[in-house]
Each structure stands twice: as structure tokens, then as C-alpha cells.
């Protein structure tokens, strides 16, 4: 028992010494990985300080979404009555109206103001509300359409006398407008107890100077995934209105539908939809409501691959011609325009011409 007591003994700590040199350098590890967490994790300070500069950050830009470039606060405050006068100069006749009505239906939405709607009046000097667009040079585009590039600057100026709004563009004064919204929507616009009764807000004196950062400021709203009715895009757009968003990219074409009325090739519509497609009147429509918004909408066209609704309506366009179904589901497919085939280049230059009277801006996204 004593000899083989002896001779085990060394093996016992050989394997000891094995089992500790491999398992120290895992508990550094450990350590280590240990230490750095807590190191990132952040102080009770600086989770304070952290939520103290965003409040101030907020403060400062009024809680405007989003923060404009340039505020400055004055003495005093502007009250707004229930009917307030406005004036509006420079801005293309259509769009004027449909900016009233705009106004008018986010304003009623505020509570405890009793908008009873506007006064239009001619004379600037009277108004309580001036927007004024200096700029002519867009009234010489077709229909006045947005477009990349666009001055969207404007100049908002809130005095004890009045509100005044000026752009370059109408696109400018929008997003004017809808700052002003956001002013008469904040919590301390909302008239103290004694004005209740007369429905009026208290407005801030406030200057701001302000343009988009970007140019480009999209959403992207899938369609043919998931059909979207008209009625609910309107209301995206009149969120990206809200938000000074600038381009709708708009999805219509793929492996699960083609959603777009086509007179030149109308088998896409007819039997690669499941007759859930929009008209061409109501993407015309929509074109202009959005156009009302300031929001430029780009048309998404996929090709040569995404092409398996084309497949079903054009099986002899496609690079292995055989009969197609229509996909109903996610996922990646493999047909595929023939590149080599004249009428593929044929069927695009058509269908490019026909997707450009419907949709007048300056790009189109292929996929």
C-alpha cells in the first residue's frame, strides 16, 4: 500500500498542476472581461448627467422634432385666438389650399383650443399668421412639383404682435408651418385657466432660423409583401409631413405582385396581383397628395432578378421559360429576365416610359 502510495503520488500533482495551469488563464479571462464590463457600465452619475443634457438638449430646441438649426427665445409670448387671421403670399394656388385644410385639421386636434378655423384675409399688416414665400422661381416649374435639391430653408419669427413665416420655396414654408404646429402643440402653449374660457394659446417669442441638414430624407414603404390600402400611405405621408421627411420610395414590383395599372404589358396587373394593385389614377393622385406635403415619391421597378410575378404574366421573357405561380411567401427566387432577349430591353424601355408619366420625379430605383 506504501509503495503504491508513492508511486501515485506524482501523477496526483502532475494532473492538479495541469488542471490549474488550464483553468487560471480562463478565470484572467473571466477577470478581465469582468473589469471591462464594469467599467463600461455607467455610473449612477453619469446615467443622470447623460438624461440631464438630453433634457437640456430638448429644452433648448423647444422639444421640436426635428431640433432646428438655429432658436432663439425672446421676452413675452403671442396670444393666438380661436380664428386667427392668416395671410399667405408666393405659394402655388393648389398647394395653398390644401395647406388651409391641413391647418385647419391639425388644429383642431389640440386640446383645450377651440379652433373655430381662419380668417383669410389680403393684407400681410393685418394677419396674425404671415407666410410669405419670396422666391418666384419655382412658380415656372410643371405643376410645382418637390425635387431634389430644393431650397427648404425658412425663417420663423413668433413677437408679441404676430407670427411671421418666410421661405424661398414652398417647400421652405411647409416645414415652417409645421414647426409652428409643434409650437402651438407644446404643453405650455395651452391657455392658463383664466384664458380657457376665451380659447386662446399663449404662444412664446421665439426666433428660429432653420434647413433640412440633408436632402434626402426617405422612408421606404414595401407594397408588394404586404398590400398597403391608399388610405393608409396617406397617412405615413402626412407622418413624414410632420416629421419634414422629404421622399417616399415606394416598393411596387417583386417576386410577390406587381402592383402598378400597366396599359402596355397589362398581364403584370391582371394575373401577377391577386388584383391587389393601385390604379393610374390613384398613384397620380397620390403623387399630387404627397407633392401637397412637400414629399417626392421615387417608384421601386426590380430587375432583372425579384422578377417572379413578371414570370407569371410573362413566362417568355425569363431566362428558363416554363409556366410560373405566383409566390405568396418570403424568401429568394431564382427568376430572371433573359438579358440575352431583345424584348426584355423592349418590355424595360416601355415599361421605364410608362412608369415616368405616372411618376414625374427625377429617379427611379431599380432593385
Known amino acids: 500500500m506504501g509503495i503504491s502510495q508513492r508511486n501515485h503520488a506524482p501523477s496526483y500533482h502532475l494532473t492538479l498542476n495541469n488542471q490549474i495551469g488550464k483553468i487560471l488563464p480562463r478565470l484572467s479571462l473571466i477577470l478581465i472581461l469582468l473589469c471591462l464590463l464594469l467599467v463600461s457600465l455607467p455610473s449612477d452619475a453619469s446615467y443622470v448627467d447623460s438624461n440631464q443634457k438630453l433634457k437640456n438638449?430638448?429644452?433648448?430646441?423647444?422639444?421640436?422634432?426635428?431640433?432646428?438649426?438655429?432658436?432663439?427665445?425672446?421676452?413675452?409670448?403671442?396670444?393666438?385666438?380661436?380664428?386667427?387671421?392668416?395671410?399667405?403670399?408666393?405659394?402655388?394656388?393648389?398647394?395653398?389650399?390644401?395647406?388651409?385644410?391641413?391647418?385647419?385639421?391639425?388644429?383642431?386636434?389640440?386640446?383645450?383650443?377651440?379652433?373655430?378655423?381662419?380668417?383669410i384675409i389680403n393684407d400681410a399688416a393685418l394677419a396674425d399668421i404671415n407666410v410669405n414665400i419670396e422666391s418666384n422661381v419655382q412658380q415656372s416649374k410643371p405643376n410645382n412639383l418637390p425635387k431634389l435639391g430644393d431650397d427648404e430653408s425658412y425663417q420663423l419669427s413668433i413677437t408679441e404682435q404676430g407670427i411671421s413665416i418666410t421661405a424661398q420655396s414652398d417647400?421652405?414654408?411647409?416645414?415652417?408651418?409645421?414647426?409652428?404646429?409643434?409650437?402651438?402643440?407644446?404643453?405650455?402653449?395651452?391657455?392658463?385657466?383664466?384664458?380657457?374660457?376665451?380659447?386662446?394659446?399663449?404662444?412664446?417669442?421665439?426666433?428660429?432660423v432653420d434647413e433640412p441638414r440633408f436632402k434626402w430624407r426617405g422612408l421606404l414603404i414595401d407594397s408588394v409583401r404586404h398590400f398597403i390600402p391608399l388610405s393608409t400611405i396617406k397617412r405615413q405621408l402626412d407622418g413624414m409631413a410632420a416629421a419634414k421627411l422629404n421622399v417616399f420610395h415606394w416598393h411596387l414590383t417583386d417576386d410577390q405582385g406587381w402592383r402598378i395599372e400597366s396599359k402596355t404589358y397589362p398581364k403584370l396587373h391582371q394575373l401577377a396581383s391577386d388584383n391587389l394593385y393601385y390604379t393610374q389614377q390613384e398613384i397620380k393622385d397620390l403623387v399630387i397628395y404627397a407633392s401637397n406635403l412637400g414629399i417626392r415619391v421615387v417608384p421601386e421597378f426590380d430587375l432583372p432578378g425579384h422578377a417572379s410575378a413578371i414570370a407569371v404574366a410573362y413566362p417568355e421573357l425569363m431566362a428558363e421559360q416554363k409556366r410560373y405561380v405566383m409566390e405568396r411567401h418570403w424568401g429568394v427566387f431564382e427568376p430572371l429576365l433573359d438579358v440575352t432577349n431583345p424584348n426584355v430591353y423592349k418590355f424595360i424601355d416601355t415599361l421605364v416610359t410608362e412608369l415616368t408619366g405616372l411618376f414625374p420625379d427625377e429617379y427611379l430605383h431599380i432593385g
Do not use: D, W
Open 57 to 119: 438638449k430638448n429644452q433648448q430646441c423647444l422639444s421640436l422634432m426635428p431640433c432646428p438649426k438655429q432658436l432663439m427665445k425672446g421676452q413675452g409670448s403671442f396670444i393666438l385666438t380661436k380664428s386667427p387671421k392668416l395671410f399667405i403670399s408666393g405659394m402655388s394656388e393648389k398647394r395653398r389650399k390644401s395647406v388651409i385644410q391641413r391647418l385647419t385639421e391639425q388644429l383642431k386636434k389640440i386640446s383645450n383650443y377651440n379652433f373655430q378655423g381662419f380668417i
Open 171 to 208: 417647400f421652405g414654408a411647409l416645414h415652417g408651418l409645421t414647426t409652428l404646429v409643434q409650437i402651438i402643440a407644446l404643453p405650455e402653449s395651452y391657455p392658463e385657466a383664466e384664458m380657457a374660457s376665451k380659447s386662446q394659446l399663449q404662444l412664446p417669442v421665439v426666433t428660429l
